[in-house]
């Protein structure tokens, strides 16, 4: 049934259960702790948690450094404690998802050290070696100004070995199918345990060819599919979710032509351009990355978010866009990283206006696919810039005006908690937004509940509709007769505009407001016509169909689909 794509109309909470809660009051957060915030996150209305990696891990890279592939960290907790939690989580109706680090491993991992003292070993050539110091040994560091180099010499393997990454995260040979094996197994096993996929880090680079001679690495794209194949075979509803920052030229490569690769990637093409509109009211790069982007499989989805746990990667803008994002939300040298982001948390970046911080979640909750959030941007977390790199915008979840934000019973937390300040957890915390009916907490909560009534944004097609003021985006969605139009304005001014929903006949006239009273007729001459507020955004149904009504429908609709084609399209138009 189509309607089993669940990862279509889902909304996705990121968290780390290190930072989350703390149960045992040892300053870390722990699975235990986890569980017992599971009904605020079923009460915010999440449908699926992406939980960072939480394997046994040295954590030099905040656990995307795992020495065990099938251990839980102990300060988090046991295998026992994860399973009580992705139970809790199924009882509640909630998804588990979660990383799945495989580019590389901790230099601590076993088969690194058994490869690295034994050239017999059958984990040699798990690793990329090589006796000579290769010639692009300088090139293609991922964290450049803190890592130096993509090859380190290792006195007790006496060679080289490849590390894309940190040189404590030396990098497996995914070619070699042992370790292909070896990953399907890592799978395998999280699968049985309870999740619904996984959150695959790195995936050019776990896909691209290694090795001393390699220069540009090729993607072996097929790996995708024998790593969907395997899962859908062990677990049907299971997803992968790829972190791959690539140009949308690759776009079908990577969800694969006929929809058998990734299930969803994260876009980061719309994600840096949306920054750029938020940074100067200019939606013109947005909406081309929308369309740039817009062509995927049908059973394909995309990730849309804001800000997560790494910098915000401004890579992919021109030179002037890069600039103008800077000055607006990171001018100073401290806010910046790696020569191409900004390591702020979204809240502080909008300097704490709720007007605009509403703005940009209307916006990512309305683009198409499904929305990623993260954890603490419900309520406006700041940063901790004393911090270093990205640790800054990782500190631990504020749950109150207790001390330690209610974190944890410790006075040593494993980061520190925010406290004084705009952003201390005197202020900005869970419990006092609660009670605060206009808190953003409660409006998140809202946007949340009205996403998921709004299935059009994950399923439908989109178009986006004119209103000749480059400040004003307006898209519209349509999916199975329905349509829902949204209207987000940039500007720090009022916008008048006037535009046509193309929609015919009768039901393109009147537009229902979602969020409110402001339901809009149209002129004399077709046009709808509406004064947006600074930063205002609306959410319409177009034609004003109930939704209730509709509901029964799609899954009629959906066991239509089931059993052979729908004969009855008409059915969404009488519902009318
Ligand atoms: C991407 C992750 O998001 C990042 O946090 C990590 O450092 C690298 N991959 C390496 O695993």
Redesign the pocket.
Known sequence: MISDLWYKNAVIYCLSVETFMDANGDGVGDFEGLSRRLDYLHGLGVTAVWLMPFQASPQR??G??VSDYYAVDPRYGTLGDFVAFTHAAKQRGMRVLIDL?V??TSIDHPWFQEARRDPGSKYRDWYVWSKKKPKNANEGM?FPGVQKTTWTYDDVAGAYYFHR?YDH?PDLDTSNPAVQAEILKIMGFWIQLGVSGFRM??VPFVIGTKGADVTTPTEQFEMLRTFREFMQWRQGDSIVLA?ANVLPETDMDYFGRDGDRMHMMFNFQVNQNLFYALASADTGPLIKAMKATKPRPATAQWGQFLR???ELDLGRLEEDQRRAVFAAFGPETHMQLYDRGIRRRLAPMLGGDQRRLELAYSLQFTLPGTPVIRYGDEIGMGDDLDLPE?NCARTPMQWSAEPNGGFTKSDKPVLPVISGGPWGYEHVNAATQRRDPESLLNWTERIIRMRKEVPEIGWGDFAVITSRDPAVLIVRYDWRDNAVLFVHNFADTPREIAFATGVPGEHGRRLVDLLGDDHLECDEDGKHRLVVEAYGYRWYRVGGLDYLLRRDEIDLAAVRVSGGRSKDRSAGRRSR
């Open positions: 890279d905040d995307y450094d680090v580019n590389h991922v990454f995260q880090d790195a972190e997560n746990h790494d990205r």
